[in-house]
């Protein structure tokens, strides 16, 4: 739970932004009388007090709004709210659209100091619900279900001559299981065409799993494997490990799975196998350990031992 620190606004772009204190928040729009309000994904700007205080133990003598903030923010890390976090003020209701931006070019700050923290730190929201906000307000971070995304890799299917089954029984597993899933895509098995759409994934933030099914066998286009550890930045060899152990109790040749895992910035991805029977049995077997996994990746959970 964070406290709201200070309201600011500025009625004409490229003016410091003054702390008002209290304002209404109009839905789908921004903070009323701000020049920078309106219909686009950065209606609203956060910064935290924490950081801003760093910075002023520097010696920057920056005032509230001098970074171009609407809302000072304390209690919460905001540099670490993935994108589509929401967060509640009262009737207000805003979601996380973007985390940093470039720095305008030798802002006065950056002229003074050598440095501006907007770029690294501040957050930007959208308002989906509209109501006043004022100072000494609680705010707090509503928990939203984990996103999910799913690519299907199979030349067959992409030609149209083979019913994709095994992308549709992961979405109905996943959402039964409370992820919300957000995308869903068949691709031929082309590394390279893999990859970048696996990096897309990830790097858009488009959601914090990505599951793949097919390729992970020893066909000569079997190439899921290679194309996720071409663009993960962290291996996950656990998971893969896990899921071939279990199924060599179900079947011997699950040896011979090549499948991976890894991590790219806030995104694990799986592979798991082509057929609809052992991406089941895969699945199932490690869900219950993935949310806690994900809710550290994406910074909404401390790392604790279990009990």
């Not at 490229?14 to 008002?20: A, F, L, M, P, S």
């Not at 540099?79 to 009737?91: D, I, K, N, Q, Y």
């Not at 279900?145 to 019913?163: M, N």
């Not at 029977?277 to 895969?282: N, P, R």
């Amino acid at each position: 739970m964070g406290k709201i620190m200070a309201v600011n606004i500025s009625e004409e772009r490229g003016t410091q932004k003054k702390n008002v204190h209290s304002a209404r928040l109009i839905e789908d729009w921004g903070i009323e009388h701000d020049a920078h309000a309106g219909k686009w994904h950065r209606q609203v700007s956060l910064l935290s007090y924490e950081k801003i205080e760093e910075f002023r133990k520097k010696g920057a003598p920056v005032d509230e709004g001098a970074f171009g903030e609407n809302l000072i923010i304390q209690g919460i890390d905001l540099r670490h709210l993935p994108v589509g976090t929401r967060l509640a003020c009262g009737e207000v209701l805003l979601e996380v659209t973007q985390i940093g931006k470039q720095c305008h070019n030798g802002c006065e700050i950056f002229r003074l100091m050598g440095d501006c923290i907007m770029p690294r730190e501040g957050i930007f929201a959208k308002v989906l619900r509209g109501g006043m906000i004022s100072e000494g307000d609680e705010i707090t971070v509503e928990k939203r279900p984990l996103r999910a995304a799913i690519l299907t890799a199979s030349d067959s299917g992409y030609a149209g001559e083979r019913e994709d089954v095994s992308g549709p029984t992961i979405q109905k597993i996943l959402e039964e299981n409370g992820y919300q899933v957000v995308h869903t895509i068949l691709l031929p098995d082309d590394r390279e065409m893999l990859a970048q759409e696996m990096s897309r994934i990830a790097d858009e933030g488009v959601a914090e799993l990505l599951v793949t099914t097919g390729g992970t066998g020893f066909s000569p286009r079997d190439c899921m494997p290679e194309a996720t550890m071409d663009i993960t930045e962290r291996a996950v060899p656990g998971i893969p490990e896990a899921i071939r152990a279990y199924s060599m109790t179900i079947t011997p040749r699950a040896m011979l799975s090549r499948a991976a895992a890894g991590i790219r910035k806030h995104t694990l991805i799986i592979n798991l196998p082509g057929s609809p029977k052992a991406v089941k049995e895969s699945l199932e077997y490690i869900l219950p350990s993935l949310e806690h996994g994900l809710e550290i990746l994406t910074g909404t959970a401390s790392n604790c031992a279990v009990r």
